[in-house]
């Protein structure tokens, strides 16, 4: 089952009679076959005879994955045949396409794809005999008239527990006429199990022409697609938010990015990508809730319990669309997450933005505070240098002109003693010069008296 999980397409060797024995498997396998079948044994002869088994059966170790085909018409005997070859392969499959004559004759081949029932209990009696994990019950059938039948009877062979299923495009009537391609899409279509497409494939061109055709392994592509766009778009949004939630890329280094003119050109396709991915996601999303329902339900459980083999699909079904449920709901989470984060950092980027301006204004308050309380410091410093100085220069010139009128009082004083001196001197000088001059005027007025005495006593 394993080779139908990685979504490339199955190489299978068709089941031949008397040619796709050991050595032709041998041969295959060198030339990249991935999957081999044995040629149809016929299941009864094989449990009842060793030496059928012997000449029927050849393998080696080497010789995998190989599945054993068997034709088989009730579900006991197909169950034995596989329980007997299940240590030496990794599946039985069950031959509903056989158009031989003898062998629809027997109930066997082609026949039994109208027998759906019979089908159906043959593959639930192998899943409940063989005790092997992961081992494979295929059915190959040839295609009905109305594909309808064709579907209905896949779907009930899927519904018991079925590996996968080989269509060859032509009903039981057909040989060499064309392969109807699309009832293998149609069938293909209708079931959630890998399908393989078989008739008229003869080269590696026709494989992709009947892949296109049919979509065959298109159920693993379908899965593979599912997967492979959610895990694609998961790990997008973590490499996406590991990128932003590197510590060396600041969130205004961001800003910066996301603010380049770059986004602005491809802004119209990256929207409208990322709007048709969360679609899809949801859609994903949608159908895996879906699938767990299916898968988990009532029925099925109670199919389980009847049928102890089939949990293992049901399970692996269910594992399926549980991991695709949590996946893309993770992813779309992610994607909530990531716009946050975007959303955030923008933020940020702003408020840090903000907050650097107002640093900036802070600091620059604080220096011209710092500036004005250092000049107001100084002009205090100068006031109280200027107040302190002016007045100790103040008194020193009061002292000084006081002392100065102090001195010249003194000098006034004295000069003024000295003028009064003087002028008592003066005075008395004066005084005596006046006594002088009145002595003299008397000397004088005598003298001329006596001259004028002597004048007349001349005349
Ligand atoms: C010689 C021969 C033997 C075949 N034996 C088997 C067989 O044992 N089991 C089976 O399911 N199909 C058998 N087939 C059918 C092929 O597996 C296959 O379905 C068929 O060849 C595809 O159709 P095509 O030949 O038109 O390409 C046989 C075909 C041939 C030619």
Not at 150 to 175: F, M, N, P, Y
Not at 230 to 248: S, T
Not at 346 to 355: I, K
Not at 359 to 372: F, G, L, P, S, T
Request: positive net charge.
């Amino acid at each position: 089952m394993d080779l139908f999980e990685n979504g490339k397409v199955v190489k299978v060797c068709a089941p031949m009679v008397r040619y796709s024995k050991l050595a032709f498997r041998s041969l295959v396998r060198k030339y990249d076959c991935d999957l081999c079948f044995t040629p149809m044994i016929v299941a009864a002869d094989f449990i009842r005879s060793a030496k059928a088994r012997d000449s029927e059966l050849t393998t080696t170790y080497s010789d995998r994955p190989l599945i054993i085909q068997f034709a088989a018409k009730d579900a006991q005997t197909l169950a034995t045949a596989a329980s007997l070859v299940a240590p030496f392969s990794d599946g039985v499959d069950l031959n509903c396409g056989c158009p031989q004559r003898w062998a629809m004759a027997e109930g066997y081949g082609a026949c039994l794809i109208n027998k759906p029932q019979i089908v159906k209990d043959m593959v639930r009696h192998v899943r409940n005999q063989v005790d092997k994990p992961n081992y494979a019950v295929s059915v190959k059938i040839r295609i009905h008239k109305d594909v309808r039948k064709t579907v209905d009877l896949c779907q009930k062979a899927e519904a018991a527990g079925v590996s996968w299923i080989t269509v060859h495009g032509r009903t039981a009537d057909e040989r060499h006429q064309p392969v109807h391609y699309d009832a293998i899409k149609t069938i293909k279509d209708s079931l959630r199990i890998p399908v393989i497409a078989n008739g008229d494939i003869k080269n590696p061109k026709d494989v992709q022409a009947v892949c296109e055709l049919t979509g065959v392994d298109g159920m693993s592509i379908k899965m593979t697609l599912q997967w492979t766009a959610v895990a694609l778009f998961l790990y997008i949004e973590i490499g996406i938010l590991l990128l932003l939630c590197l510590p060396f890329i600041s969130a205004q280094r961001w800003q910066m990015i996301f603010s380049l003119n770059i986004w602005n050109r491809v802004a119209w396709v990256w929207k409208r990508g990322f709007l048709a991915m969360i679609i899809i996601l949801i859609v994903l999303f949608l159908d895996a809730v879906r699938e767990v329902r299916k898968y988990s339900g009532a029925q099925i459980n109670k199919e389980s319990k009847m049928y102890p083999n089939m949990i293992d699909h049901v399970h692996m079904k269910l594992f399926r669309s549980q991991r695709n449920l949590y996946i893309s709901g993770f992813a779309l989470l992610l994607w909530l997450v990531m716009q946050r984060v975007i959303q955030l950092i923008n933020q940020l980027a702003a408020a840090v933005n903000t907050n650097s301006a107002l640093h900036v204004q802070i600091e620059d308050a604080n220096k011209a505070a710092k500036r004005y309380m250092e000049e107001t410091e100084q002009l205090e410093q100068a006031l109280k240098d200027c107040t302190d100085e002016s007045k100790a220069e103040g008194n020193e010139r009061l002292r000084n002109e006081v002392s100065q009128l102090k001195q010249e009082l003194k000098t006034s004083a004295e000069a003024l003693n000295k003028s009064k001196s003087e002028a008592d001197a003066i005075k008395k000088q004066t005084e005596a010069l006046a006594k002088d001059y009145d002595h003299l005027l008397q000397n004088q007025m005598k003298l001329q008296a006596c001259t004028e005495i002597e004048d007349k006593k001349d005349i």
